[in-house]
C-alpha cells in the first residue's frame, strides 16, 4: 500500500489568498484526520471524519478553515484567507477502525504539507 | 487544545545507552500512545497502552501504562543513531480526539 498521500508536500504563498490541501487515505480506512503541528503549539487535531461525515470538527481554529470529504478516498482542507500565523506542518492521518479500540488498529500518518504563509 | 507535559524536552546520548521519558497530563486517559517523528516526515506509531499498569515492549522499547492514568513512560535499550528523532505521546479518553506532548527531541551520539 502507499500509505497516506498528501499533496502538495510545500506550499508557500501570501497572505489572503486561498489555500487547498488535499489528502488520499489508505484504501479501506473509515476514519480520515487533519492535524496541524508548530513549534508552539505541537500536534493539534483539528478535524476527523468517519465514513466521510465530519464528526468532531471542535479543533477546526475559525471560519476560515474548512475540510471536506467527497468520498472515501479524497479529502480536502481549505483555508481562506490564509493569514501567516496559519504556517505550519499539516498531517492527514487515516485509521481503519479509530484509534483506541483495545489493540484493534492504528493511525497511520502521511508525509504532511508544510505550509508558509508570507 | 489540551497539552500533554514531556520531559526531558531534548536528550543528548552516547551509542549504547538507555534512554528514558515520560509523559504527563492533568486529565486521566485510558489510552496511552507514543510515536517517534523523522524530520520532514509524519508520526509513526510506536507503542498502544490501554490499561493502567500495563507494561508494552516493542523490540528495544518498552512502554508503561502509569497508575494514575495520567501518565506513561518510553525507555529505549542500547540506543543506536537511527533511534535519533522526536518522539510524542498522545493520550485520549474518547478512542479518536488524541492530545499530544509537547515532544522530546533524541540525538544519538556515535
Known amino acids: 500500500d502507499a500509505g497516506v498521500i498528501q499533496s502538495p508536500r510545500h506550499e508557500v504563498t501570501e497572505m489572503g489568498q486561498e489555500v487547498t490541501l488535499r489528502c488520499k487515505p489508505i484504501?479501506?480506512?473509515?476514519?480520515l484526520f487533519w492535524y496541524r503541528q508548530t513549534m508552539m503549539r505541537g500536534l493539534e487535531l483539528l478535524i476527523y471524519?468517519?465514513?466521510?461525515?465530519?464528526?468532531?470538527d471542535s479543533g477546526m481554529p475559525e471560519d476560515r478553515f474548512s475540510a471536506k470529504m467527497p468520498n472515501a478516498s479524497f479529502s480536502t482542507l481549505k483555508i481562506q484567507p490564509s493569514e501567516p500565523r496559519d504556517s505550519a506542518v499539516y498531517f492527514c492521518?487515516?485509521?481503519?477502525?479509530?484509534?483506541?479500540?483495545?489493540?484493534?488498529?492504528?493511525?497511520?500518518f502521511g508525509p504532511g504539507t508544510r505550509l508558509t504563509v508570507l | 487544545g489540551q497539552q500533554l507535559n514531556q520531559s526531558p524536552q531534548s536528550m543528548f546520548i552516547q551509542e549504547g545507552e538507555d534512554v528514558s521519558m515520560n509523559c504527563t497530563s492533568s486529565?486521566?486517559?485510558?489510552?496511552w500512545l507514543w510515536y517517534k517523528q523523522d524530520p520532514g516526515e509524519g508520526p509513526v506509531l510506536l507503542i498502544a497502552?490501554?490499561?493502567?499498569?500495563e507494561l508494552t515492549s516493542n523490540g528495544r522499547l518498552t512502554a508503561q501504562f502509569g497508575i494514575t492514568r495520567k501518565d506513561s513512560f518510553l525507555n529505549i535499550s542500547a540506543s543506536i543513531p537511527s533511534d535519533v528523532g522526536i518522539y510524542f505521546c498522545?493520550?485520549?479518553?474518547?478512542?479518536?480526539?488524541?492530545?499530544f506532548g509537547t515532544g522530546t527531541s533524541l540525538t544519538v551520539i556515535p
Open positions: 471524519f468517519n465514513n466521510n461525515v465530519p464528526i468532531d
Open positions: 492521518a487515516s485509521s481503519l477502525l479509530g484509534v483506541g479500540l483495545a489493540g484493534v488498529d492504528t493511525q497511520y
Open positions: 484504501s479501506g480506512h473509515d476514519y
Open positions: 486529565s486521566i486517559f485510558n489510552t
Open positions: 498522545a493520550g485520549s479518553n474518547t478512542g479518536n480526539q488524541f492530545y
Open positions: 497502552l490501554y490499561k493502567a499498569g
